[in-house]
């Protein structure tokens, strides 16, 4: 059992009674969007501990499953992973390798029909960056990735911003599934923005929000470290270094309209390292900044359950039934 001494557990837990007393008067809708099966998977785990007195850890279980059935229904389980999953076509409607090829030659012979490419750069850039994502998703990602490479040197637009540049560059490269070049772009695209180099940004002392570089990038920034929590979280299970860029992305912005979704990572991740009361702080952050979003609920009453709380959460989610 971890060390509660310090861990202001009765009120985290009055905080998120009053936050479902509030979702239940509201007259306008609540984010519902599958909601239910997550709070009865989480409900049948806390009567099992109780009725079976079975007191294994239930959250990575919880985790694993209710992901799982999310992406078999191709629901994002977080903002965080929705932002991953967005790295896909410029044309989501292109589907099948022949709908691909017809579109790449489409693309292309526009290219040869260019009578000098560079009397028109922004043109010829676009064309390329769109062939690119073509063949990334042919499987040819090596010249997918050129493509944009190329495309980013021909746009004005990139010319004096290396931080756009690296990162479409590290977006090319998540859309490829090359998730570590990914890491690598986002990270220089990060650095460049505010000209700290990326191991300080994780020192408090030294990266500091009275920073006019940082207060005036700080939600770019914090989008970048977003990111790469979603990637090392969902794409490589390093949920050390994931929390890491979350809580980071929470310091840059504490009260950001996606604040609550970046508790809700960094709990998750916490959680899966079994680390619990950290996981329930992050939840109870997560539902006070926006108890509306009620997939946050179960995750936190599992939590409870992990530090001898069941009771509680079963509570809590009748409450939230009710």
Not at 29 to 41: G, R
Not at 112 to 118: A, D, F, V, Y
Not at 216 to 235: C, K, N, P
């Amino acid at each position: 059992m971890e060390d509660q001494s310090q861990f202001p557990l009765e009120m985290i837990i009055a905080d998120v009674t009053k936050a479902i007393k509030s979702v239940n008067n509201r007259s306008e809708e609540t984010d519902v969007e599958d909601v239910d099966e997550s709070l009865s998977l989480a409900l049948d785990l806390l009567h099992d501990r109780i009725e079976k007195g079975n007191y294994a850890s239930k959250f990575e279980y919880f985790v694993r499953t209710d992901r799982s059935r999310l992406e078999r229904k191709r629901i994002p389980w977080n903002r965080e992973m929705e932002a991953v999953d967005e790295f896909s076509s410029w044309d989501r409607d292109i589907s099948g390798r022949e709908q691909l090829e017809e579109a790449l030659s489409k693309i292309q012979k526009n290219i040869k029909g260019l009578s000098n490419p560079h009397d028109n750069p922004v043109k010829y850039a676009d064309l390329l960056s769109k062939s690119g994502d073509l063949l990334i998703r042919l499987g040819r990602s090596d010249e997918g990735i050129s493509a944009i490479i190329k495309s980013i040197d021909l746009n004005p637009l990139y010319k004096d911003n290396s931080s756009l540049k690296f990162n479409t560059i590290g977006s090319a490269y998540a859309r490829a599934d090359k998730w570590l070049d990914a890491v690598e772009y986002f990270q220089k695209s990060i650095e460049v923005r505010i000209e700290i180099p990326f191991s300080k940004m994780f020192d408090p002392d030294y990266f500091m929000r009275d920073d006019l570089r940082i207060k005036t990038a700080s939600e770019d920034v914090a989008a970048e470290f977003q990111m790469l929590g979603a990637i090392l979280d969902t794409r490589f299970g390093n949920y050390e270094e994931a929390i890491k860029m979350y809580e980071t992305a929470i310091r840059l912005c504490p009260t950001n309209d996606y604040t609550y979704s970046l508790h809700f990572s960094a709990g998750s991740c916490y959680g899966l390292l079994a680390n619990f009361t950290k996981a329930i702080l992050h939840f109870g952050e997560g539902i006070k900044n926006a108890p509306e979003v009620l997939y946050q609920y179960p995750y936190f009453a599992v939590a409870l359950a992990d530090i001898g709380r069941a009771e509680d959460g079963i509570k809590l989610l009748k409450e939230l039934e009710s």
